[in-house]
């Protein structure tokens, strides 16, 4: 059961979605069918078609490139949204400090963007450097405070270095409101698998509880479940003897 909280981290990327950017992406995909072949536009619309990582990289640098972009289309925000996606591009050929320096860039252009700072922490993770990864998470939380992803991804981070009872208290800011929302279910599990590993028994028997309350059939849940209400059953059992 020890392998329980140190479990490989599974990290979600994110392309930007606000409002703007999808007013821009759609702005510039309409125009597509009515420009030449070599144009920003086009390019544009042919690396998120593109297959292969590099494929889209080779786009996106002709678009960073280019000198003639039309300024009304291609604001600092949508160059932001170019450097964003090179860096997830990069993510996926492991080159995570490339990935790094795109994605700083996209946020000097747009500090606020609140996927660019996720993609930023993911990375940061994956270069060994966790305190930075925590701050950027932060960020995210100075501008919305009640972003799940961010107090899943900071708990994540501090159970990796050890930090159980901050991690168990990020975990807790998710689910405070929305317990029965079963896309949560994880992080109920996330949450056990803490208290596990710190032998607080009972607390990780009730959260995998509360998983299969959401989601009855998780088979992993269930065995936890198993092995915790064991532990629960072998401490009581020394406590009698004792």
Known sequence: MGHMHRRILKWQWHIPESNMVRHSVVVISELVGGMEYDT???????AFEAEY????IEYFDLI????????????????????????????FMGMYRESLECFEISLDLNKNDIDVWYNTGVTLFQLGRFEEAIKCYNRILTIDSRNDNAWINMGD???????????IECYSKVHKEIELDSKFAIVWNKKGLVYFGI????????CFSKVLNIDPENTEAIEH??????????????????
């Open 40 to 46: 920003p536009e086009e390019w544009f619309k042919l």
């Open 157 to 167: 981070v501090l159970e990796y270095m050890g930090r159980h009872n901050e991690a």
């Open 64 to 91: 960073l490139e280019c000198e003639t972009r039309n300024p009304e289309l291609w604001s600092d925000e949508a160059i932001a949204l170019i450097w964003n996606n090179k860096g997830i591009a990069y993510t």
């Open 199 to 206: 032998g607080l028994y009972e607390d990780a028997a009730e």
């Open 225 to 242: 479940l198993r092995i915790a209400m064991e532990e629960v059953k072998k401490k009581n059992n020394r406590l009698i003897r004792a």
């Open 53 to 56: 990582p590099e494929e889209k």
